[in-house]
Every structure is written in structure tokens, then in C-alpha cells.
């Protein structure tokens, strides 16, 4: 089941049919039994014929803020490592790999974050830019995992590297979190074998491309939203984009127009372009 949020509303996709919920994003999203409800709502919505409610697509947010997991997986550790060997950081990275606590950081208001088909950002003050393609969380007020999406956890990497304190800088500026196309929602947690992929096109050539599984990950969903909730509430649940294994190499940098396609098995596509805000 799959929800999309468009300027005409809130449509419920199932495996045969489109309906229209006439809710708002939160009153729909926030509950638990998330998917019960919605299979609920496929007897009783308006349903929809033709394509037409797919244009103008938003984010599918509303009142949620965006939180992230950094240093989930290796690759992230070892590139973090790596890219701040000059400012003494490189240490960090490897204790918080190990740690029992999580790298958890904040990324987003929701105005801030774009969706399919919008613009993402890279900083004018930064020299090293690259997409991040994280498995991304939707948990309820409650604490509970109700669904997935997709998200890109834009990053400098020369802001982050010069200094680990800059990493609010690195990670948050105006469309620097995008997520999307839809809100995934099925009857029991995602698959560990769910594969997560990424494609960079510049002029319609593939620079970068790469593929993992979400099994790689070293902590559980359940571990990260569980610290993300600790001490923090969110009356309207909140996304946690759960980090990334996909680090393009390091002579890599994106530029405006390049174009950063992500996939999630299951939940589709998310492209963004690339521009300066
Ligand atoms: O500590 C740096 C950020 C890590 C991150 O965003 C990731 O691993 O995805
Ligand atoms: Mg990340």
C-alpha cells in the first residue's frame, strides 16, 4: 500500500486501485495499525480512475520533523575516516561505529525538505557535495514503525571533514532532505534483503551507481527509532533516515543539473536535480 501527498490531496494506492482520503496527512498517517486502516479505507474512499492525481506531487510530510542515523554501515564509517584524517576526527567515526549508542542528528524541518521530481541543494560554501541514499523511517507519535520511504540525506563532505563540529553545516541547509515519491506501508516490517540503490547522471550519462542491501546495516530499525524516542516526543510521528552504505568515490563531487535517482525495493524511485538554492 503506498500513500502519495499531491496539492489535491491525499491518495491511497493499493496493487489495483487509487483512492482519495479526504484527511489530512497527519490524521492519516499517525496512528498505529497503520496498514489495517488503510485496507479499511480501499472499501469505503472514492475511488479514482486516470493518472491525473499523480501531478504536482509534494513530499509526503507534513508535520513531521526529519531526523537522521549516521555511521550505520561500514562503507560510511571507513569514508568518514578517511575524510577527516586532517582535523583528528577520524577517531570519532570509529568509536561511534562500535558505540551502543547511534549516531543520531537532526536534518529537517518539514518546509525544508523537497520530494520527487523537486530540486535538491548542494552548499555554495562547500567543495565536496554527494547524495546519500538512506532506507528512511516513518515512526508514529507512539514510537512504532508504521512505514518507509525514501530518502536522500544530502551531505558536504568538505564541511564535515574539516571539522566533525560542522556537521549541523553539512547536513542541514535549505533542500538538503529529500524523501519520497510515497509513504510505504505493509502489514509487517521491510524485508532485510530490500536492496537500496542509487544512480548520478550528468548530461543523461551514469557517473555513479551502486547497490546494497538493507541486511548490511550493523543496528536494527527497531535500535534506531528506539533512541530517537528516548527523550524526544513528536505529536505527529517523525521520518529517521537510517544512514547510508553508498559512498560515491572520493574525486567524485555533484554539480548543478546532475540528476540522483534512488531506489528502494518496493517503494519505487525518488529523483531530485541538483541546483544551488
Ligand atoms: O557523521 C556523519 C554523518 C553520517 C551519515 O549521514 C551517514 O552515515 O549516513
Ligand atoms: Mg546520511
Not at 29 to 51: H, P
Not at 219 to 246: N, V
Request: proline letters at 5%; aromatic letters at 10%.
Amino acid at each position: 500500500m503506498k500513500l502519495y501527498k499531491t496539492l489535491k490531496g491525499v491518495f491511497l494506492r493499493s496493487e489495483s486501485s487509487v483512492y482519495k482520503l479526504n484527511q489530512q496527512w497527519d490524521e492519516v498517517v499517525n496512528r498505529d495499525g497503520l496498514y489495517n486502516y488503510l485496507s479499511a479505507q480501499t472499501k469505503t474512499a472514492e475511488k479514482i480512475i486516470g493518472d491525473d492525481w499523480q501531478t504536482d506531487l509534494l513530499p509526503p510530510i507534513a508535520n513531521q520533523e526529519v531526523w537522521a542515523a549516521g555511521v550505520t554501515y561500514l562503507q560510511s564509517r571507513d569514508a568518514r575516516v578517511e575524510e577527516s584524517q586532517t582535523s583528528g576526527g577520524s577517531d570519532l567515526y570509529k568509536r561511534v561505529y562500535d558505540a551502543e549508542r547511534p549516531e543520531i542528528f537532526f536534518k529537517s524541518a518539514p518546509q525544508r525538505v523537497v520530494g520527487h521530481g523537486q530540486d535538491v541543494a548542494i552548499r555554495k560554501d562547500s567543495t565536496w557535495n554527494v547524495p546519500e541514499p538512506e532506507l528512511t523511517l516513518f515512526i508514529n507519535s507512539k514510537g512504532s514503525i508504521q512505514g518507509y520511504t525514501i530518502g536522500n540525506d544530502m551531505s558536504s563532505r568538505s564541511i564535515e571533514g574539516e571539522n566533525a563540529l560542522y556537521l549541523p553545516q553539512a547536513k542541514t541547509y535549505d533542500k538538503s532532505a529529500a524523501i519520497g515519491p510515497c509513504l510505504y506501508v505493509i502489514d509487517s516490517p521491510i524485508s532485510q534483503d530490500t536492496m537500496i540503490s542509487i544512480v548520478i547522471k550528468r548530461s543523461d550519462k551514469a557517473l555513479y551507481e551502486g547497490t546494497t542491501a538493507l541486511s548490511r546495516m550493523k543496528r536494527s530499525l527497531d535500535e534506531l527509532a528506539g533512541f530517537l524516542f528516548r527523550e524526544l516526543t513528536f505529536p505527529s510521528g517523525c521520518y529517521l533516515m537510517t544512514g547510508t552504505c553508498l559512498v560515491p568515490p572520493n574525486d567524485f563531487t555533484l554539480q548543478p543539473g546532475d540528476v540522483v535517482e534512488i531506489s528502494i525495493d518496493g517503494i519505487g524511485t525518488l529523483t531530485n536535480t541538483v541546483a544551488y538554492n
